[in-house]
């Protein structure tokens, strides 16, 4: 039997990346996954991965998965990929709040149509669709959310500096966000049996994107953690037990170290302290 036999979930940020390899992992646990991206084919983003692949690799496993087109910062996009859902798989029983948007910009230089687009598709993306899948967890007195997070949202500290900084000021800032939310978010839906979770990679997971943004060298690259290993983390938040698992803003390898998933780990979480919000 696998841990999801039977659920529905709903993965953002699934044609390529972590949300690929969740929705894939998602699938191959029983789960009934919507996909939801803003690519529906492959050519249609400068980077390769698309809805119509992860759907195919899904159903050439033999698991369910159905492509939803969502652009993350629109309110009826987002209303759009729940309903859907609901229409041809069933209520939500896991939200896996995965898409991001990033750019590399000092503050200086940051285009105002830019940070506001970053906070509607980080932040505010999340927060629509965890209050559009709640009613239907609170009714049936379970679900789980697990929104995905980044080691970005772990300051600088204090001065004085060695240098200007990486230009990831922004993507740190809507991270740190998103976890003081989930935390917020998990304490107000414990009384109906919901879990909300933060998990961020303990080390920069490889993907299409962290390669064209230089913080990885190849897909392949040894010095990463493979987007599996998220998604094996994410699937434990989103299958153990209320009590052990919910308000928890964590980090890949050092959930599953401590639940015995793995037996060795590295990165944030383990290596290092991670924010602020993960010491509480």
Not at 97 to 108: E, F, G, H, R, S
Request: some cysteine; charged content about 20%; overall charge neutral.
């Amino acid at each position: 039997m696998g841990k999801l036999d039977g659920k529905v979930a709903i993965v953002t940020g699934a044609s390529r990346g972590i949300g690929k390899a969740t929705a894939k992992l998602f699938a191959a646990e029983g789960a009934r996954v919507a996909c939801a991206a803003r690519t529906m084919g492959e050519g249609e983003h400068m980077l390769e991965g698309s809805l119509c692949t992860t759907v195919s690799e899904i159903e050439k496993e033999g698991g369910t998965a159905l492509a939803v087109q969502t652009d993350i910062s629109s309110e009826e996009s987002c209303a759009n990929l729940v309903e859907t859902t609901k229409k041809q798989l069933g209520p939500a029983d896991v939200l896996v709040n995965d898409a991001a948007l990033n750019y590399y910009i000092p503050i200086k230089d940051y285009p105002i149509s830019r940070w506001l687009r970053a906070f509607a598709v980080n932040v505010h993306g999340p927060f629509i669709l965890s209050q559009l899948v709640l009613p239907d967890m609170i009714e049936r007195k379970s679900g789980a959310i697990v929104n995905v997070s980044s080691s970005a949202a772990i300051g600088p500290g204090r001065g004085p500096y060695r240098g200007p900084g990486s230009g990831g000021t922004m993507y740190g800032t809507t991270k740190a966000a998103l976890e003081r939310f989930s935390q917020g978010l998990a304490q107000e839906v414990y009384q109906y049996g919901v879990s909300v979770a933060c998990l961020s990679p303990s080390q920069v997971v490889p993907t299409p994107g962290t390669v064209y943004h230089k913080l990885v060298n190849a897909l392949d690259d040894p010095r990463g953690e493979p987007p599996e290993v998220m998604a094996r983390a994410i699937l434990l938040l989103s299958t153990e037990a209320l009590d052990k698992v919910t308000g928890r803003v964590t980090y890949s390898q050092a959930i599953l170290k401590e639940f015995g998933w793995i037996e060795e780990g590295r990165g944030a979480g383990i290596d290092s302290p991670g924010s602020g919000f993960s010491q509480r």
